[in-house]
C-alpha cells in the first residue's frame, strides 16, 4: 500500500477548509460555552430556588446524554421548533452551521458550568464576607473579586475542556457536515484514498491537541498566586 | 411513547424490541470496553510511575496518542485502516466478519484502549498523590515492587480516585454512541432508525433520551455505593492525613 | 455609638446568641473575650449585618439592624471589618485591595482613592509595597494591609475578629501596634482577641461571652485585675497561666 503524495496535496484544500470549519465550531463553541456555563454556574448558587433547580437540572440532563444525541435532537427538531415559533406549521430549514452552532454552545455550557461552579467552590469562603464587609454590591463582588478569581483558579481545566471540544466537534460527522473528518471522508469517499485521509486527519488532530495540552501544562506551571 | 408498542415494517417486532436490542449492545460495549480500560489503564498508570527504564516513556507516548486524537477518528482507524494495513490475509478476514461483530469489535478495542488512556492518567494522579512514606514502608517490610504496588499502593490510589473514576465509567456510556458511525446499533443508532421508519421524531429520541439518563442514574448509583463501601476515613477528600 | 439591645440568633436548634446587650459609645474601645463558642464571632459580625439576628435590635450611629432589616448596604460604609483570615483578594495588588472598594462603593475618582490608600499604607507601615500581590507578603503584612483597606472607607466604627489568631507569634505585635495607634487617635473599636496585653492596656473595657451571654462588663483594669463571676475568674485563670 503506498501513500500518494500528489492525491494528499490535492486533497489539502478540502481539508483546510473542514479545518477552518472546525475552528470555527471549536470558537463558538468555548465562547458561547463559557458564557452560558458561568451564567448556569450562578443560576446554581442563587437564592431562588426555581432558578438554582432549572440549572443544576438542565446541567445534569446534558451531561448524561452522548453529544451524537444532542446533535440529533437539535438537527432533527429545530425546524420543527422554529417553524411552531413562527407559526408557520411546517418545518422550517435552518442551516446546518446555525444548528451545529447552537448544539455546541448548549451541550458544552453544562461541562463549563461544572468546571466554574468548581472554580467558585475553589476560593475561600472568607472572601464573600469580605465583599460584604467593605460593602460591594453583589454585582461588583462577583465582577470585579469572585469570578476572576474562580476562573483563574479552574484556567487549565477550562482550557482542557476547550481541548476537548475541539475534539467533539469531530462528531458532526453523524449528519455528514463538512468539519475536517468530514472532508476527509468525503474525499476518502470520493477518491478511495481512505488510509491516507484517516491517517492525514489523526496526525494533524494529533498535532493541535498534543501541542494544546502542552501549553496548558505550562500554564498551569505560571499560574501559582507566586507564594514566597 | 405508545410508538414502542407498534410493530416494525418487517412485522416480526415491535419497537420496544428495538431499543432493548440497541440498549444490549450499548450496555455490551461499555462493560466490555471498561473491564479492559480498568486493566490496560491500570498498567499504563503504574508504568508511568516507575522511575527509570522503558516503561515510564512508552506509557507516556500511549496516553499521549490516545489522549490527542478524538475518538470517533480513533474508531475509524481500528474499522478502516487498520484492516488495510495488516497482511492481506487478516484483513481481508476480519473485513468479512459478520456484522455486527464486525463492528463491536473494533469498537470494543476502540473504547476500551482510549478509556484506558484516561484511566491511566487517573491511575498515576492518584500514586503520586500518595506520601511517598509508602513506598519506603513497603520496602523496609520487604515487600517486593509488585506486591508493593498491588497490596500498598493501587488499593490506596483507587479510593483516591474513585470520584473521577466514577465521572469515567458515566462518560463511557456515552462514547458507546460513537460506535453508530460503523455501524453498531446501539441506543442512539436505534432512535435514528425509529425515527427513520415512524417519523415520531420526539417518541423516538425522548424514549432513548431517557433510557441514558436511567443508565447514568444507576452508573452513578453503583459507583457511589462503592466508594461509601471502601471508604477509609483518613482518606476521605482524597488526602491521606498522618 | 453602638447600641445592642438583647438580641438573640439561634443555628436550628442552637442557641449562639441569648439576650446580649451592650452599649459602646464614640471612641472606646472594647475588647469582647471569652472561651471558644461563646459566640464572640458572632456577636461581632451582627454589628455590620454579615449575621443576621432573630429577635432584638443593634442601634449603630443611628442605624437600625432588627430581623426585618435586610438593607444593609449603607451601613456597611460607616462600620469596618478586618478578619482572622485577612482575606485580601489575591488576585489585586496591594493598591488595589485598599482602593476597589473607595472606587466602587463610595464612587471616589480613581486619583482620590489611590492618594488615600498610600496614605492608610504610609500609616500601617507598608509604603514599599503598594504593586506587590498578597501572596508575596507575610502575615502580617497581609493583616495591615486589611486594616488600611477597611479604613480607606472612612469608617466610623472598626470591628476586629481576631485579628491576630492566625498569625506567627513574632508577627502579632506589628498588627496591635497599628490597632493600638488607630485607638489612640479616637478610632471606637471592638475587638474579639484573645491578646489580653493589648486588652489590658489598650481597652477601655471588656465584655467576657460564655455560652452565647454577656456575663461580665467591665472596664479592662479592673477585670483583669478583679473578675466578678465565676465563669470569668475560671478562664482568666486558664488563659493566663503562660
Partial sequence: ?228 | MSVLFEPTPDGAERYLDWIVSGLCWTLLLALGAWTIALVIGTLVGVARTLRGGILPRLGRVYVETFRNIPLLVQMFFWYFVLPELLPVRIGMAIKQMDPPWGSFIPALICLGLFTAARIGEQVRAGLQALPPGQIQAASALGFSPGGTYRLILLPQAFRIILPTLTNEFMTIFKNTSVALTIGLVELTATAREINENTFRTFEAFGVVTIVYLVIALIAWQVMYRIERAVQLPSLVSGRARP | MIEIDNVSKSYGAFQVLKNCSASIADGEVVVICGPSGSGKSTLIKTVNGLETIDSGQINVSGFRLAPDVTNVAALRRSVGMVFQSFELFPHLTVLSNVTIAQIKVLKRSRAAAEEKALTLLARVGLSGHTTKYPAQLSGGQQQRVAIARALALDPKVMLFDEPTSALDPEMVNEVLDVMTGLARQGMTMVCVTHEMGFARSVANRVLFMDDGEIVETADAVKFFDAPQSERAKAFLAKILRH
Avoid at chain 1, 17 to 46: C, E
Avoid at chain 1, 52 to 81: E, G, K
Avoid at chain 1, 104 to 130: D, H, K, M, N, T
Avoid at chain 1, 163 to 171: G, P, R, Y
Fill in chain 1, 1 to 228: 500500500m503506498t501513500v500518494d503524495l500528489a492525491a494528499l496535496a490535492n486533497a489539502l484544500p478540502f481539508l483546510l477548509k473542514g479545518l477552518w470549519f472546525t475552528l470555527q465550531i471549536t470558537l463558538v463553541g468555548v465562547s458561547g460555552g463559557i458564557v452560558f456555563g458561568s451564567l448556569l454556574a450562578i443560576a446554581r448558587l442563587s437564592q431562588s430556588r426555581l432558578l438554582s433547580t432549572l440549572a443544576t437540572a438542565y446541567v445534569n440532563l446534558m451531561r448524561s446524554i452522548p453529544l451524537i444525541l444532542v446533535i440529533f435532537w437539535v438537527f432533527f427538531l429545530v425546524p420543527w421548533a422554529i417553524g411552531w415559533m413562527t407559526a408557520s406549521g411546517r418545518p422550517v430549514a435552518v442551516g446546518a452551521s446555525l444548528t451545529i452552532f447552537v448544539t455546541f454552545v448548549l451541550f458544552e455550557a453544562a461541562y463549563y458550568a461544572e468546571i466554574v461552579r468548581a472554580g467558585f467552590r475553589s476560593i475561600s469562603p472568607g472572601q464573600y464576607a469580605a465583599c460584604d464587609a467593605l460593602g460591594l454590591s453583589k454585582f461588583h463582588a462577583y465582577t470585579y473579586i469572585l469570578f476572576p478569581q474562580a476562573i483563574r483558579n479552574v484556567l487549565p481545566i477550562l482550557l482542557t475542556q476547550t481541548i476537548v471540544l475541539f475534539q467533539d466537534t469531530s462528531l458532526v460527522y453523524v449528519i455528514s457536515a463538512t468539519d475536517l473528518l468530514g472532508a476527509a471522508t468525503k474525499i476518502a469517499q470520493r477518491d478511495g484514498r481512505l488510509v491516507e485521509m484517516y491517517l492525514t486527519v489523526g496526525v494533524i488532530y494529533f498535532v493541535f491537541c498534543f501541542a494544546a495540552s502542552q501549553f496548558v501544562k505550562q500554564l498551569q506551571g505560571r499560574l501559582a498566586y507566586g507564594a514566597r
